[in-house]
């Protein structure tokens, strides 16, 4: 199959077995030999159909009592916006054919999880179709503690207004020594395993995230890779896995990078990260998803050759990234992102936020056009 690939670890990859090991000397063989055992792991795994889903990002407010220092979004002068300001956002979404709105915003110091419920509960009532992927771990586990209840009482409060899915994010490295540098105030590793593992036993299904490319070691990003698998095999709640590159920016840990002349993760790197992350989470989650917003467009389209089979969303308005020095737009529309993929000779499909095929006469053309 791969000469340069030892049987052995080709044996395990399609067992879900990769070890650290096996993992650490895939990343010394050609990039493309990776590339190419990645991208037939994806084949059989989920065929040559490519996902998207129409949704629209709303960061309610920018001011935060976080201390992150990779965050270039965080302005204590900043914006809360009111639960009429962010209807008016979904009801934009609707309008433009969106499922899923994705929600999530800084630390406020006053709020508890009232605040976040009657967000959920607004939405809800007024678009109950619109699917509500909202709130971070890390938002999660700041709304137990300032209403002095237990993360378990948070997670249910939050599903019992209509919350459908959480983002897996504040992730960042799964690695308390990056943690304690790069963001000391954040929730600790085991505090973001068990605030997932807990959403996850409430029903409510999460997407996995990793931001790499700052100060942690290789090993490091195997590590945190590790742990979400070994997370999916208890509970079987991650939809997809969303590896997401550091932006160093306009914010502390990026200018302490640039100072000793490093920069933004290469993109041979990004993509052997990506093709990584097919190879160690095959067949615990079948969904590897390029962020466009952090590769640009064309990357991502090649990393649809590396393992990749998603492209995430149209997103509509995206400050996070763009604050941190993203040069690749904040929105992209669901026929601009079927165009990337339909000629890169896949099969183009929207989808909602759990995956599941969303038919419209734009698929049905691409689909014919295959066929033909």
Request: proline content about 4%; overall charge negative; charged content about 25%.
């Amino acid at each position: 199959m791969n000469p340069i690939i030892p049987s052995d670890i080709i044996e395990r990859a399609y067992k879900g077995k990769i070890t650290k090991e096996d993992a650490l000397f895939l990343l010394t063989i050609p990039p493309f030999k990776l590339f190419e055992f990645a991208d037939r792991l994806r084949q059989e795994t989920v065929g040559d159909t490519v996902t998207y889903v129409v949704n629209r990002n709303i960061n309610f407010t920018n001011r935060c009592i976080g201390t992150c220092g990779f965050c270039a979004f965080k302005d204590n002068t900043g914006y809360v916006l009111e639960i009429p300001q962010i209807l008016e956002k979904v009801r934009e979404a609707e309008n433009l054919g969106a499922t899923e709105v994705c929600i999530q915003g800084g630390l406020l110091p006053n709020v508890d999880i009232n605040f976040y419920t009657d967000i959920i509960r607004a939405v809800k009532t007024e678009y109950p179709h619109i699917h509500t992927h909202a709130f971070s771990p890390m938002e999660v586990y700041h709304a137990a503690k300032q209403s002095d209840i237990t993360v378990e009482e948070a997670l249910m409060h939050l599903k019992d207004a209509g919350l459908d899915t959480m983002p897996g994010t504040a992730a960042e490295i799964l690695s308390d020594r990056v943690r304690d540098i790069i963001c000391p105030g954040k929730l600790k590793t085991d505090e973001w395993i068990d605030v997932i593992t807990k959403a996850h036993k409430a029903g409510i299904n999460t997407t996995a995230t990793i931001m790499y490319g700052h100060i942690e070691t290789i090993e490091e990003r195997i590590d945190h890779m590790m742990i979400i698998r070994d997370i999916q095999k208890k509970t079987g709640g991650f939809h997809e896995f969303v590896p997401l590159t550091f932006m160093p920016y306009n914010n502390k840990v990026g200018d302490e990078m640039i100072k000793a002349g490093r920069y933004a993760t290469p993109g041979m790197e990004d993509l052997r990260l990506y093709a990584l992350a097919r190879i160690i989470l095959n067949t615990h989650i079948g969904n590897i998803q390029a962020s466009w917003v952090k590769l640009g467009k064309k990357l991502a389209q090649v990393a649809l050759f590396c393992g990749v089979n998603d492209l995430g969303g149209t997103l509509m308005e995206e400050k996070i990234s763009s604050s941190a020095g993203s040069t690749n737009g904040q929105f992209m529309s669901a026929q601009e992102l079927e165009w990337f993929i339909v000629s890169s000779g896949r099969q183009a499909l929207q989808r909602n936020t759990s995956y599941k095929p969303i038919i419209n006469a734009s698929n049905h053309e691409q689909m014919k056009l295959k066929v033909a």
